[in-house]
């Protein structure tokens, strides 16, 4: 079945964390239209139930296809990838991407084989992590610490606001504080908020550490997915859809304008 050159990529948060996915694609796939939608009303994430985010997100992501008609949709947030990605999947049909801690590529870079894991509360306790470190770091101590403080900081970074530093070294401390963390080489940024305050996070740092995520792969992910179809000629303003419109959506619209999102609407 053809595709319309002008269906979008719809990508799904609960607040700004999935522009530090979104950055990747658009250099990946630059003429793609884009969707950016984030749940406003039900951030954060991090700090739910799994129950609350199981029965949110598919609902969501429902109206959202229904409203904007994506080619392909990419959950661009760990907590609800690792908890409802199966069931929006079920409940869509189109392509969804997930984003999960990239924890495979970070014990391919491990020399110490000590890992640490960085995200939400949500996101650190799944069993889906488990599996992956099973999977892909069976040798390696994986070290996990959940800040929800640090989604904030992303937040308030893009939205112009003075950041204290304390909040990036209280994250990194909650792996370096546990045993093993002293041999600690890489960390996985395990929250798509959390590349985006990765500056801060090697500023505060007591030593050099290698950061991964998963941005890159899924731009990849996205690319072949969408191969053969066609795309606009020229590069197209991006939609920002927010659950809730409030003053702190209006700050971040110069942050949201740099990553071609120049119209912002409420859901």
Known sequence: M??????????????VGGLSILGPARE????????YAADRAGFPYGTKSEAEIAA????????????YRPRLAVIACNTASTIALAAVRSALDIPVVGTVPAIKPAALQSKSRVIGVLGTDATVRQPYVDRLAAEHGADCIILRHGSAALVALAEAKLRGEPLDPAVARDALAGLFDQPGGDRMDVVVLACTHFPLVQPELEAASLRPLVFTHGGPGIARRIAYLTQGQSWPAARQEGIAVFTRLDPDVEALRPALMDYGLTRIEGL
């Open 28 to 35: 990946t796939l630059p003429n793609a239209p884009i969707v």
């Open 56 to 67: 949110r997100v598919p609902a969501l992501l429902g109206r959202l296809v229904e409203r």
């Open 2 to 15: 053809s595709v319309p050159e002008n269906a979008p990529l719809l990508f799904f948060d609960s607040g």
